[in-house]
């Protein structure tokens, strides 16, 4: 018989080692990964009065103290504020009986205190009367049912990228809570438990509670935020903080004006586009000053007036006409402010690029006779500062030219430096009556097809007319100037420009600003004064050097200046008076197909047409 070999046990422990071993080894190189380890942070530090989570640091804030008074939505700014943050809110319901015995003994005490205090003939305390009363009203309020007592918990989680940065947004909040007299503290040595009370597991491990009424809890309602939304007004876009519709009216602003500022492709004739097709429907009209083209489809979808200026067309605009005011005290300075107009004008005339490095390109003496033609030439057809005679037929550039040859001085020169006006290269088309009638709901004044050389004088003259109709009849309207910065660069076109701005509210005149050269717009003393006296502004995707200087005037965080270099094609800072969100302008299709500048989007347009 064959003996059977018998297995040692060391053997057979060595056997299943390797055997786990080998397990081990084919599970590690697996890469077996659990959800939590996909959601967690590669590192946490927590330091006494700040974490590190990562790259990014942290520090955890608890509200302490709070006014005598708080109104619904104070919260608000703060859930709109642009840093990254998170809120925690913990509100415990107390029984109402206990509160009322509680209430009842602290009223009995402040009774009992200001009784001694009047025995001894000490000065009243206005704070425990104060105290008294609110004491009274809540255990009112309580006995009744109409309020319900709580104990509040608000802490605030701020994150940044370095220590520096976490300090200047920890003062930004508490600036922001101090002007409301609400106090905050740092959760020193506590900061593991403030972080842990403000992730989504609804742990409250700071414990710092208030109490308060239900009418003081409903004022931190956190999502009470109507920044830039009204009832009435037209759609601008989506507000990126919250989601929200961003609906408003200008006109209930301090004035209606807006300036936009953008570089080339990044939407902003498209936006402004939008606003005007969006307002025509709630009653305004639209004028737009035109540089480019890029207006004609849409007027002729609202059968608007699509006027092209240009040297071979049969337009024609007189800068001589003057407004049929209906305001009797305006009325006897129709004149005066017309001739003021002429003489800007006329230096842009006539000065051409002095006009802007010397402020003026004429002479005084030159100044003085120009005044006496002009003066002269409404003389010659019966026109005086009385306003009974301001319904004659106008004079002409070519009368003011008849008049400065036949008169002493500098006239005949300067009758010479202006006939290139009236019989040389650009006659025509302002030198002879007004042919246009603007009474449209939308009206487009195309320069393109304009000499570089004529491009500022059309637009000053257009400008000019606009403003004399505005004058004429009062009613609610748009002016678009696209491309604002030609006007710039000259003062007397700048101050005209100015001059609209400020005084568009009495007319009910909104103004709106397009520029993409925002370096020579701010650059400029009356550009500066336009964006002060416009209540709107739009700040779309701009060039890195223009980024400093918008956020020098706007006074943009680092945040916004980091992302104003970079928003995608449709995005940007909307301000209206004293509030600004990061917005996203929307569209629908059919707006898309009307407004679109976009050459792409234009072609599969026409194939799409071709093809139907």
């Known amino acids: 018989m064959m003996a059977k070999k018998r297995t040692d046990p060391i053997d057979i422990a060595a056997q299943q080692r390797a055997r786990e071993q080998s397990e081990v080894e084919q599970a590690f190189l697996k890469g077996m990964t659990t959800l939590r380890d996909l959601i967690a942070p590669s590192s946490l530090e927590i330091h006494s009065s700040y974490f590190r989570i990562g790259t990014k640091y942290g520090r955890t804030v608890y509200v302490y103290g709070y006014p005598r008074k708080l109104f619904t939505g104070w919260l608000s700014e703060l859930i709109n504020i642009d840093q990254v943050i998170d809120i925690s809110m913990f509100i415990y319901p107390v029984d109402t009986t206990i509160v009322l015995n509680n209430l009842r003994k602290k009223v009995t005490q402040l009774e009992a205190d200001m009784a001694l205090n009047a025995e001894k003939g000490r000065t009243r305390d206005p704070a425990k009367e104060a105290a008294l009363v609110d004491a009274e009203e809540l255990r009112d309020e309580l006995q009744v049912g109409s309020e319900r007592f709580f104990r509040y918990g608000l802490y605030v989680t701020i994150y940044a990228d370095s220590l520096d940065e976490l300090s200047f947004v920890q003062h930004t909040i508490e600036t922001f809570f101090g002007q409301m007299l609400v106090y905050t503290k740092t959760a020193s040595s506590q900061q593991e438990q403030g972080l842990n009370s403000t992730v989504p597991q609804m742990s409250d491990q700071l414990q710092i509670r208030r109490n308060m009424s239900t009418g003081a809890i409903s004022t931190s309602f956190p999502f009470t935020s109507a920044d830039l939304t009204q009832e009435d007004g037209i759609l601008y876009g989506i507000n990126m903080h919250n989601n929200g519709l961003v609906i408003f009216d200008r006109y ?244 005209f420009m100015f001059s609209l701005a400020k005084r568009a509210r009495k007319y009910y005149l909104g103004l709106t600003t397009i520029t993409q050269d925002v370096e020579d717009f701010m650059g400029s003393k009356m550009g500066r004064a336009i964006v002060a006296n416009s209540s709107m502004q739009l700040l779309l995707k701009q060039s890195p050097s223009a980024v400093d200087v918008l956020g020098d005037v706007f006074k943009l965080t680092e945040e916004e200046r980091k992302r104003l270099a970079n928003f995608p094609v449709g995005q940007g800072l909307f301000f209206a008076g004293q509030n600004h969100v990061h917005i996203q302008i929307v569209a629908s299709q059919t707006e898309q197909g009307l407004i679109t500048t976009n050459p792409q989007a234009l072609l599969q347009q026409q194939e799409q047409e071709r093809e139907s």
Do not use: C
């Open 252 to 495: 209930t602003l301090e004035n209606a004006n807006m300036v936009v500022f953008a570089k080339s492709g990044a939407g902003k004739s498209f936006t402004v586009k939008l606003e005007a097709l969006r307002s025509m429907m709630i009653g305004a009209d639209v004028l737009i000053i035109d540089p480019e083209n890029e207006y004609q489809k849409l007027s002729d979808a609202v059968g608007g007036s699509y006027i092209r200026l240009s040297l071979s067309s049969d337009t024609r605009i007189n800068p001589f006409d003057l407004p049929r005011v209906i305001d009797s005290d305006e009325a006897d300075d129709a004149l005066r402010a017309n001739l003021v107009t002429l003489h800007g004008l006329l230096r842009l005339m006539l000065g051409g690029a002095s006009a802007n490095s010397a402020g003026v390109g004429l002479s005084p003496s030159e100044e003085a006779d120009l005044d006496q033609g002009l003066i002269d030439t409404y003389a010659r057809v019966g026109i005086t500062s009385d306003p009974l005679t301001h319904t004659a037929t106008p004079p002409t550039m070519i009368d003011l030219y008849d008049t400065l040859l036949h008169m002493g001085g500098t006239g005949p020169q300067l009758a010479q430096r202006l006939r290139k006006y009236t019989s040389g290269t650009f006659a025509g088309i302002f030198s002879q009556q007004s042919n246009i009638d603007i009474n449209n709901n939308m009206v487009v004044f195309n320069i393109r097809d304009l000499e570089d050389e004529l491009r500022p004088v059309a637009m000053y003259i257009v400008l000019s007319h606009i403003w004399n109709t505005v004058r004429t009849q009062q009613k609610k309207r748009m002016l678009i100037v696209d491309e604002a910065w030609q006007l710039m660069k000259y003062d007397d076109s700048a101050n």
